[in-house]
């Protein structure tokens, strides 16, 4: 049975993920309503500046032309 739980809580712990340092935020406007954008990363790419949004967004890279306003440097 110890070694039951032993196993059990080392997987939890392999499934804890942390996440990456947020370097600023931005808002969208979504389905008519301002919502505030935790961004994680910032890239200029093709030439266009993309952020790397979590939620709503997915965790995705997104162009900043998708928010209304952002406290982030322009890469």
Do not use: E, H
């Not at 309503?33 to 990363?41: L, N, R």
């Amino acid at each position: 049975m110890k070694k039951i739980i032993v196993i059990a809580l080392g997987m939890l712990a392999v499934g804890c993920q942390s996440l990456p340092p947020q370097q600023c935020i931005a808002n969208a406007k979504i389905g008519g309503q301002d919502t505030k954008v935790s961004i994680y990363g910032v890239r200029k790419q093709a030439n266009q500046t993309q952020y790397y949004a979590g939620n709503p967004f997915g965790w995705k890279w997104v162009s900043a032309n998708n928010f209304t306003s952002s406290t982030c440097d322009k890469a």
